[in-house]
Structures are given as C-alpha cells and as structure tokens.
C-alpha cells in the first residue's frame, strides 16, 4: 500500500461532462481511490456502486453539464463530494438511485449521507468507511 | 518541469485552427507517484469508452506518463505536492491531452545530472506537441494525437 495523502495535498477532483464517460471514469477514479485508502474488498465494490448510481443519475441534476467530484481519501474511508447541482438536486439525485425491489443502494451503502445547500446551488456529500476502523 | 532543455523538441505545427474549447475530462490529483497509476486507469476507462485502437491507447498512456511523472519529479519541491491537472478533449479526428502544474516551469532540473527522455519521448509518440511555461510559474504540455481506425495504419 502507498503512504496516504497528506494534509497539505492539493485536492483531488474530477470533472466529465454529462455523457457516456461519466461512468467508467468515476467508477474507476473511485475504485482507486477506494483502493488506496485501504477499503476491503467488498467496501471497494461499495464504493464503486455508489459511483456508478452517482453517474448514472447526477447528469440529471447538475447545474453546467458537468458531473464535478471532489474526493477526501482518508484512512480507511472515502468521501465524495458531488456537485454543484441545482438545488433540490441532492435529494432527487438520491431518490433516482432508487432501485425496486432493493431500495435506496446509496443510503444503504452510504455511512453518511448529506445535502449541503450552498446558496443557489446545492451538493451531495457522501461518506463511505469501513466499520472495522479504528 | 522536466530535465530536458525545451529546445530539444521538434514542436509540430498545428495545421488546424483550434476549435471551440471543450474538454470532455478534467482531473485534478496531487502530484505524488501513486496518482500516475490513476491517471492511466482514467486514460483506460477514457480509451474503452472511445472505441481507441490498442495502438493509440498505448501512445497516450506512455506519453501522458511521462507528461505526469516530469511533474511529479520535478515541478514541485520534495514533500510539497502541488497539483497536476489532466484535460482530455477528445475529437472526431483527434485527441488532445493537456498536463499541466502549477510548479517551478519548465528548464533545467536541479535534481538530475542531464537531460530526461520524457519530452523528447512525448514529441516522438504524439502527433503535436505544445510546450508552455506560465510567466507566473507552472508548465502545460498539451499533447494532439491524431484518431486512427482500428486495423489501419496511420
């Protein structure tokens, strides 16, 4: 494993314009920064889930036709920052990801899950770790 | 940035006006060894998703590390990453990569005893190449690799 990112990192984000290659880039920039907080596998796969039911619903709701994410890797755990999107996109971009049958796959993978309205703009931060740390 | 003097290159000429600005990607990741592999896994996605030929692929993996390693070696002091950004623009008849820092420039290296292969490798592999360093510090290298049919030669 490599060493962890420090603090005074410059920020790690990435920017797709709403498309076809929101998805394979995010699940892939997701997966490996998963990876590299030292996520076990079956939260590695969490992580990539999440991501792919952000970009497949995200475009949706962004404010500029971009799907933007800022990532904060940690030890053990992996927080998104998706946005900016239009406000009340936060919560519908969590209610698409709805699947029948399943329920809401972000809220149930998700350790925490928040809106954070920011003036005429809105994100959805989502935090995934694994329970086992610390 | 990198080792290698800027008059080492043999810059191509754009032949095309430059179009309308659009990049399909941006990636912003501290400049630290272990984000190189992410930037390749993104190139790969990038790649798939296009329908790239295996050859092209390649050439852009290659060029874009090295692009990516000259800054993770060079355009910041040890221990103080700044950021690289990655811009991928693809087009129907070509695909841009621009890396770019916000680091020392481009010139000389302190840290290496003579000139690197990275921006010579860079000139060879892509089909243009445009090498700038900000007044105001940073360095960008914008790499245009021309889109080439599977199964036929370019």
């Known amino acids: 494993m490599t060493s962890g990112p420090a603090d005074n990192d410059a920020p790690t984000t990435v920017s797709i314009a709403a498309g076809p290659l929101v998805g394979p880039i995010l699940r892939r920039v997701v997966g490996m920064l998963a990876a590299r907080a030292d996520l076990p596998l079956?939260?590695?796969?969490?992580?990539?889930?999440?991501?792919?039911?952000?970009?497949a619903r995200a475009p949706a709701h962004v404010l500029h036709g971009t799907v933007d994410v800022a990532f904060e890797p940690g030890p053990r755990t992996l927080s998104l920052r998706v946005g900016p999107l239009r406000p009340g996109g936060g919560d519908a971009l969590v209610v698409d990801a709805a699947v029948p049958g399943v329920g809401n796959v972000i809220e149930q993978l998700a350790d925490e899950l928040r809106v954070s309205p920011e003036g005429e703009r809105e994100y959805l931060l989502v935090r995934l770790e694994y329970a086992g740390a610390s | 940035?990198?080792?290698?003097?800027?008059?080492?290159?043999?810059?191509?000429?754009?032949?095309?006006?430059?179009?309308?600005?659009?990049?399909?990607?941006?990636?912003?990741?501290?400049?630290?060894?272990?984000?190189?592999?992410?930037?390749?896994?993104?190139?790969?996605?990038?790649?798939?998703?296009?329908?790239?030929?295996?050859?092209?692929?390649e050439d852009l993996r290659l060029a874009v590390t090295e692009a990516c390693t000259n800054v993770v070696r060079h355009?910041?002091?040890?221990?103080?990453?700044?950021?690289?950004?990655?811009?991928?623009?693809?087009?129907?008849?070509?695909?841009?990569?621009?890396?770019?820092?916000?680091?020392?420039?481009?010139?000389?290296?302190?840290?290496?005893?003579?000139?690197?292969?990275?921006?010579?490798?860079?000139?060879?592999?892509?089909?243009?190449?445009?090498?700038?360093?900000?007044?105001?510090?940073g360095s960008r290298v914008a790499m245009t690799f021309r889109r080439r049919d599977p199964g036929r030669a370019a």
Do not use: C, W
């Open chain 1, 42 to 55: 079956d939260r590695l796969d969490d992580a990539v889930l999440v991501a792919g039911l952000i970009a």
């Open chain 2, 1 to 57: 940035m990198g080792s290698s003097a800027p008059q080492q290159l043999r810059p191509v000429e754009m032949t095309e006006r430059p179009e309308t600005p659009r990049t399909d990607v941006k990636l912003t990741l501290p400049a630290r060894p272990e984000n190189v592999a992410v930037v390749r896994h993104v190139l790969g996605a990038f790649a798939e998703s296009m329908r790239l030929p295996d050859e092209l692929i």
């Open chain 2, 75 to 137: 355009a910041y002091p040890d221990g103080d990453p700044g950021a690289v950004e990655i811009s991928i623009e693809p087009r129907e008849e070509r695909v841009r990569i621009v890396v770019a820092d916000s680091g020392r420039g481009i010139g000389t290296s302190t840290d290496t005893s003579g000139p690197g292969l990275g921006l010579p490798l860079i000139a060879a592999i892509a089909d243009a190449v445009d090498l700038q360093s900000a007044p105001d510090g």
